[in-house]
């Protein structure tokens, strides 16, 4: 890295090998353990975030928050050739938008291919055989999409145009699970947190986004593994314990993880579910044994999940360019249970106990619910695979207080008369 003004840098700069031939202590050896289990061994082909060892992990967010620093203040050339659509294929007044749009791209850009969502290849109310009518060229360049495409060829588009609200930027970053490609989102939803650009101007806005350039900003995201445990039977309270940080910690064979791997913008839930009673939830951070929830549930946000159902369930709101994790408990039985902000570094598991009365449920920014059977866990880490939104080239870095001062009137009243 960059040398700094720190004076503990310039200390350590000045006395260059001297940290050489040294013995790790406890910590440092911790920085080298790979932070979860691997019943497959593949240590050597990392996948997935939590396989990374601690020090991997820390590089990694400490080089996500440098990338975004650097490309907050550039302005990005882009080449664009496929442009990518987004929108609600049920709603007829978003459907008739995307054909506007469409249509708008094809007359002013001679060589920019559409891709619309599948659906509407037949759709009525946007009538793509109408539109290939008023210009037969134009059949080449509209396109159509699906999850299939989108897991396969993600780098195939340049920008995505996302219609709608923050639940479809939401569903942007579902279908894109990976690599990302920059989302330039329209208000056209109820809130707009994720939302910076006003419909009514979108031919200027597409004219200055493809012609001068976009400034991206990376949004945190979080990697989600659900590990099913092998060996439910004769199991203790304190067994889970075990078999994360205890006696078993170092056993593969406890554990296998679910071949899918969930990255999420706002938040991880896991709750008592259709339960009638409270569920007991153990949490861990990498390798301490934090606490045990006695609760409806917890909610593991993100910074940009801070104004979610985090919000929901008394959690603290937190600007978006805030490397953290915010943990919440969800109707804790509790007075005390108060929610926490954690480092961006750690990797948190949540785990029902072998001894819990009921199971809990997990579901990954509102999606994929999956029941979680005593002795399961979910894995928490920073994704590999940021989520990348455009900004206004005119804005700048207040637009989040006054989103959150405009949609949940903020430390709104009326001001104290003068004396």
């Known amino acids: 890295r960059n040398e700094t003004h720190c004076f503990v840098h310039s200390l350590l700069s000045n006395r260059a090998g001297a940290l050489e031939n040294i013995q790790l202590s406890n910590e440092g050896r911790a920085q080298e353990r790979h932070i979860d289990k691997d019943p497959h061994d593949s240590k050597d082909q ?39 659509i987004l929108g609600k294929a049920g709603d007829d007044t978003l459907i008739k938008l995307e054909r506007e749009v469409t ?20 759709n009525e109310r946007f009538d793509a055989r109408g539109l290939l009518e008023q210009n037969p060229q134009w ?11 989108c897991e396969e060829e993600p780098q195939m588009f340049d920008i995505v145009l996302a219609l709608g609200g923050d639940g479809t930027v939401l569903y942007a970053s579902w279908i894109f699970q990976r690599v990302v490609p920059p989302v330039l989102s329209f208000s056209l939803g109820s809130l707009g947190f994720l939302t910076k650009f006003d419909f009514d101007q979108f031919p200027v806005t597409l004219s200055r986004a493809f012609d001068e ?21 004769s199991k203790g309270c304190n067994a889970l314990i075990d078999e994360l940080i205890g006696a078993e910690e170092e056993n593969n064979l406890t554990h296998k993880p679910e071949p899918t791997t969930h990255n999420i913008l706002n938040e991880v839930v896991v709750d008592r579910g259709p339960n009638p009673t409270m569920s007991t939830i153990e949490l861990f951070g990498d390798d301490e044994h934090f606490t045990t929830i006695q609760a409806d549930g917890v909610c593991i946000a993100t910074p940009t999940g801070s104004t979610a159902y985090n919000l929901a369930a008394g959690g603290s709101l937190c600007h978006p360019d805030n490397p953290v994790v915010l943990v919440t408990a969800i109707c804790a039985h509790t007075l005390s249970f108060r929610p926490i902000i954690l480092p961006d570094t750690v990797v948190l598991r949540v785990g029902v106990p072998y ?3 009921t199971s809990s449920w997990a579901s990954f920014d509102g999606r994929e619910r ?16 940021p989520f990348s939104t455009v900004m206004p080239l005119d804005g700048t870095r207040k637009d989040w207080i006054e989103s959150i001062s405009r949609t949940l009137q903020w430390n709104s009243r009326q001001r104290q008369k003068p004396l």
């Not at 991997?56 to 990518?84: D, P």
């Not at 991206?216 to 445990?229: C, I, N, Q, Y």
């Not at 999956?370 to 695979?385: A, M």
């Open 46 to 84: 990392v996948h997935h975030s939590r396989l990374l060892t601690k020090r991997q992990i820390t590089n990694l967010t400490l080089g996500i928050r440098e990338l975004s620093k650097k490309l907050a203040s550039l302005k990005l050339q882009l080449k664009v050739r496929n442009v990518f």
């Open 103 to 122: 249509k708008w791209i094809f007359q002013r850009y001679g060589d920019i291919k559409v891709y619309v969502q599948d659906s509407l290849r037949e």
């Open 139 to 149: 059949g080449d360049r509209l396109r159509y999409w699906n999850q299939k495409l």
């Open 213 to 233: 350039g976009i400034t991206v900003s990376l949004r945190l995201r979080f990697e989600a593994t659900v590990m099913r445990s092998q060996n439910r039977e």
């Open 355 to 357: 001894d819990a009365r």
């Open 370 to 385: 999956v029941e979680l059977k005593p002795g399961d866990y979910v894995t928490i880490s920073v994704s590999r695979y």
